[in-house]
């Protein structure tokens, strides 16, 4: 009882909260879904995330880069053993699978990967410079495993959280520019090389290959029909209409089903959560932590605004989860990850 009392003392409670509201409206739109397996499913990974958030916020400095470093060689490994399977969906190898399970490794490496990051920012800080070509090594050697499966969004993704660590360590504007040129560079690539890139973006400026304005179509649709309260849960068309729609169109089911206010609120929890981290931040003086923090939270942020601009056709779309709120296991894990990790960096107890 006393170890209970002294996590919950220690422990961001605010954070830890919104979190958890953050969960619970995925969950309750996880029982719109006709598929009793699905809801099965992710009441299950939302379980296991909750015990992965509340064990990593109670973790040392110490042994969150321990474990972040040892899941960063296993979950590398994994990325290159993908290459080599012949498991594809939708054309692309980002999955393992393990019996009934998928396995979606470069989700998981996000958050890993900022907290490896920023120790090697901060280490260089301290004159250890030998820490940033290693860093810069395997940043590229993992960009190039992502673009390989192809994954474009989860490497925007990760590089623009990989330069906003470097901005925050004091990178100049400079080389903050030439990063943004970079990932634009990349964007121009990608729509060379993979077809369904290219088609995407084409769909989405009005040329040919019309499969993801169909997709828009749906979501801006589903939003129209849900109005202010919704039709009700349950009672929308999209998730019957769009594969997948629990996922990567979550955002419009809830606008469906459960209508703006609904969505208002998830997207007040989610600019909470983010103002909440970054005023903590502000408390700080810990350079390790700073880089940290930011990335986690830039990266979190990012992933809602690309979710949420893709439904509303803001963007083309890039297949990416609504953290905590959309059905997946690995995006379910990733995210646990990132808020036990923001957790354990803003806990009173490891405050030296």
């Known amino acids: 009882m006393n170890y209970l009392i002294n996590w919950w003392v220690s422990v961001d409670r605010i954070n830890l909260i919104l979190i958890l509201l953050l969960g ?4 309750i739109l996880s029982f719109s879904i006709d598929e009793y397996f699905s ?6 990974f939302f379980i296991i995330s909750c015990f992965l958030v509340f064990f990593i916020a109670d973790l040392n400095n110490k042994n969150i880069r321990r474990i972040s470093f040892f899941s960063f060689i296993i979950l590398f490994i994994l990325i290159i053993l993908i290459l080599f399977l012949d498991y594809e969906v939708k054309g692309a190898k980002r999955w393992i699978q ?3 399970f998928t396995i979606q490794p470069s989700e998981i490496i996000k958050p890993i990967f900022v907290i490896l990051t920023a120790w090697c920012i901060s280490r260089s800080i301290e004159d250890k410079k030998f820490y940033l070509p290693f860093l810069f090594l ?3 050697l993992l960009l190039g495993l992502i673009l390989m499966q192809p994954d474009l969004g989860m490497t925007v993704l990760v590089s623009s959280t990989f ?5 925050v360590a004091g990178l100049s504007i400079f080389l903050v520019l030439l990063a943004f040129t970079f990932i634009i560079g990349i964007a121009i690539f990608s ?4 077809d369904h890139v290219q088609s995407r973006i084409n769909s989405f400026f009005g040329g040919t290959g019309g499969s993801d304005t ?8 589903a939003f129209k029909n849900g109005g202010l309260f919704g039709k009700g849960p349950g009672q929308g068309i999209l998730k019957e209409r769009i594969p997948d729609a629990n996922t990567d169109f979550i955002f419009a089911v809830a606008g469906e089903e459960l209508g703006f206010i609904f969505c208002l609120v998830i997207i007040i929890i989610i600019l909470l959560i983010i103002v909440r981290t970054l005023l903590n931040v502000l408390k700080l003086e810990n350079p390790y932590k700073i880089i940290a923090i930011s990335g986690l939270i830039c990266s979190f942020g990012l992933q809602c605004l ?5 439904s509303l056709g803001l963007i083309p779309t890039k297949g990416m989860t609504l953290p905590f709120v959309s059905y997946g296991g690995s995006s379910m894990v990733s995210i646990a990850l990132l808020f036990g990790f923001l957790l354990s960096l803003t806990n009173k107890k490891n405050e030296n």
Not at 191 to 194: D, G, K, L, N, T
Not at 215 to 221: A, F, R
């Open 163 to 167: 330069f906003c660590q470097l901005f």
């Open 39 to 44: 809801i099965n499913r992710h009441t299950f």
């Open 24 to 27: 619970f409206t995925g969950l």
């Open 138 to 140: 395997f940043f590229f």
């Open 306 to 310: 690309i979710n949420i601009f893709s």
């Open 191 to 194: 729509y060379f090389i993979f």
């Open 98 to 100: 393990i019996f009934n």
């Open 214 to 221: 169909y997709q828009i179509d749906l979501s801006l649709k």
